[in-house]
């Protein structure tokens, strides 16, 4: 959907327009006007903050072994609900163990973190929901089926920030278009047609308090960013982290940026902590639409496949000339920016 719609154009109008363009839309069409009722009525939610009650009080375990808090229960079956009256097949969610079958003749199967970020709730941080919908594969004998292709499968995807605003990020495979959430009206509205990751960039975000874990080339990496212009990257770099992927890759596609959740040597972190069908391929999806680049490190993030729902994949994704950077050290070298790290004037052999 290369949107022509002028700024302000409602989501919906957005929508039918694309699927004037092509019907084969109107189905995911559909699907992204159920997932989008229930933002509106999670944005609410939310935005009552502690006058709603306690949403981030602690409840169950979910599949990944993270506790479930009211907030993450709450948005997963406000999103389930509105799927049920959508074309959906499938769904697999993080909030529930195995995937959930909904309309078994329908098209289309839907990956979604219902709340992404869980860790701000409670905090009046930005938290969000991230989906991804791919065809949906008729295979009674194997409900994974429908996940079990990779990423470039993918028809659509899209994340909502609920943050100071409440926006829509979403592409239907050509470009990536943000919304803002219109309180007034409880509609989405256009505000960029074609969102653009610029190339290079001087901020990458990553937990740092994860240092001590992280493998050679992430450490060797980051210690050259924070060198500085007296390392061999020769610039000044500024680190982001706002423990809500949906909020950190909000900012990657408005003004650029690398985003790494690398995995690392704590148990369990051997491919990162963020899942490969609802968080990882929609945002690689999103950021690649928009001009950027997604890996895991070294791999394409598209060209992976999950073989269970709530799979983990590393992430590298934002402005490609710096994706590309990480990927020289995976590589077991170092970028030759014309200040060679080795023999260059601030380079090792100088230190
Ligand atoms: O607490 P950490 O290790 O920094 O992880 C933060 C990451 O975990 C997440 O909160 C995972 O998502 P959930 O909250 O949906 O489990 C991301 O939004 C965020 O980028
Ligand atoms: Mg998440
Ligand atoms: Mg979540």
């Known amino acids: ?47 009552r903050g502690a006058l709603g009650g306690d949403l981030a009080a602690a409840g169950e375990h979910n599949s990944d072994g993270d506790v479930q808090k009211a907030l993450d229960v709450i948005a997963h079956e406000s999103v389930t609900a509105a ?28 990956a979604i973190d219902p709340l992404d970020g869980s860790s701000n709730i409670g905090v009046n941080m930005a938290v969000g929901l991230i989906f991804g919908i791919r065809p949906s594969i008729k295979n009674p004998a194997n409900p994974l ?65 994860n240092a001590r874990h992280w493998d050679a080339p992430v ?67 999103l950021v690649e639409q928009a001009g950027g680049t997604a890996t895991d490190g070294q791999t394409r993030i598209l060209d992976l496949v999950a073989t269970g729902i709530h799979e983990r994949a590393p992430l590298v994704c934002g402005s490609t000339e710096e994706v590309a950077c990480v990927a020289t050290y995976y590589a077991g070298g170092k970028p030759d920016a014309g200040r060679s790290p080795l023999f260059g004037q601030r380079g090792l052999m100088r230190s």
Not at 13 to 20: E, G, I, M, P, W
């Open 1 to 47: 959907m290369a949107i022509s719609a002028a700024i302000g154009t409602p989501l919906e109008t957005c929508l039918a327009q694309a699927v004037d363009a092509n019907p084969a839309l109107k189905d995911t069409a559909a699907v992204i006007a159920a997932v989008a009722r229930s933002a509106v009525e999670i944005s609410e939610r939310i935005g």
């Open 83 to 110: 799927l049920r009256g959508a074309p959906v097949a499938e769904v697999a969610s993080e909030e529930a163990e195995e995937v959930m079958r909904l309309n078994p003749d329908a098209p289309l199967a839907v």
């Open 145 to 209: 089926a429908s996940f079990t292709t990779p990423g470039s499968t993918q028809i659509a995807a899209g994340f909502v920030t609920y943050g100071p605003a409440t926006a829509l990020i979403l592409t239907l495979g050509e470009g990536t278009q943000s919304y803002v959430l219109d309180r007034a009206e409880g509609t989405f509205k256009l505000t960029s047609p074609a969102m653009s990751v610029p190339a290079s960039t001087k901020e990458f975000a990553i937990n740092a308090s």
């Open 219 to 285: 450490k060797a990496y980051i210690e050259d960013c924070q060198r500085g212009t007296e390392g061999p990257r020769d610039k000044d770099y500024n680190m982001r982290w706002l423990a809500s992927l949906v909020a950190d890759i909000q900012r990657v596609l408005t003004r650029g940026g690398v985003f790494l959740y690398p995995g690392d040597a704590r148990k369990n972190y051997a491919r990162g902590r963020l899942r490969l069908l609802y968080e990882v391929a929609p945002v690689a999806m």
